[in-house]
Every structure is written in C-alpha cells, then in structure tokens.
C-alpha cells in the first residue's frame, strides 16, 4: 500500500512538472489540395519579449505525389518583414515510407522553421506559409497540390536546461 502511494505521488510529480512549451498553435485545413494562392495566414497577438522555437506541422495522405515539400514562410512584427525563408522538407524517406506521425493514410511531420528566434512582443505577429513546389525543369509551380491535407504553426518556449 505504502509503496503504490509513493509511486503516485512521484507519477504525480513528474507530471505536474511537464508543461506545454506552445505558446500559440494553430491549423490551416484545406478541403482537397493546396492552392498555390491559398497563403496560409496565423495572426498572433500576444507573445510577451522571449526566444521562441518556430515550428511549421503538415499533414499529407498517401496522394501527396512528391517525397519532398517546399514551403516560402514569412514572418512580419506589425509592417516590418524580420524573415522570409525558402525551406525544404523531405517527406519521406529513401524508399518511399512516409516520414512523420499518424496512421493509415494521414501522416503529420513537425518541421523546424526558427530555432532560438527572438519574439520582440512589440507588435502583433503574423506568419504566411505557401507552398513553391513545381515539377523537375519547370519554372511554374502547382497550382494545386494535392494530398497536403492541412499545414499548422507552432510557436514553443525555449525551456530552461536548468529546470
């Protein structure tokens, strides 16, 4: 008896302790394919001044032809622009099984965009994601993108080695 109560309370403890780093998370679902006009927007108004880890989550089927992603993200403070990347993700690996969590047809991959990126909290944030993925030797995107299901944006506190 004595020993099940002292392993809860260390469950207890161990579990208290684990909080969610998010400090914002949110989705962009698309109802069949991504458009390559359909930006994928997140307003976000309330980060106290700290250094964040930015994450990009997609979520593709077994459609999404390509075993690699590229996405252009932007990251405004107000009207200033503070980073534009072009990212490439590979979405699967060198024999073809899809990377990223989930079962069945639906995969979730959790991309790094900004690691140790300092958050002014000056001014509201917002992020736009769109995809730039295009065939081998074409110049022009894909209008559509079929299988990516869903793209989201993570914004996590760097916790503290010391904790």
């Not at 994928?40 to 075993?67: G, H, M, T």
């Not at 503070?82 to 991959?109: C, I, N, Q």
């Not at 079929?146 to 996590?156: H, P, R, T, W």
Request: charged content about 25%.
């Amino acid at each position: 008896m004595l020993k099940s109560f002292i392993q809860l309370i260390i469950l207890s403890l161990f579990t208290s302790s684990c909080e969610d780093p998010k400090l914002f998370m949110e989705y962009r679902n698309f109802a069949d394919r991504w458009s390559v006009n359909d930006k994928a927007v997140f307003n976000i108004n309330s980060i106290s001044k700290q250094e964040v880890n930015l994450f990009i989550y997609v979520r593709n089927d077994y459609r999404y032809p390509f075993s690699n992603l590229f996405l252009i993200a932007s990251l405004k403070e107000g009207n200033n622009l503070v980073a534009r990347d072009t990212l490439e993700y590979a979405m699967s690996d060198e024999k073809g099984a899809w990377l990223g969590s989930g079962f069945l047809e639906l995969k979730e991959s959790k991309l790094l965009w900004k690691e140790s990126f300092l958050v002014k909290g000056e001014k509201p944030i917002t992020a736009e994601i769109e995809h730039a993925v295009r065939f081998n030797g074409n110049e022009n995107g894909i209008d559509a993108l079929e299988g990516i299901v869903g793209v989201g944006l993570a914004i996590e506190a760097i916790r503290n080695q010391n904790e």
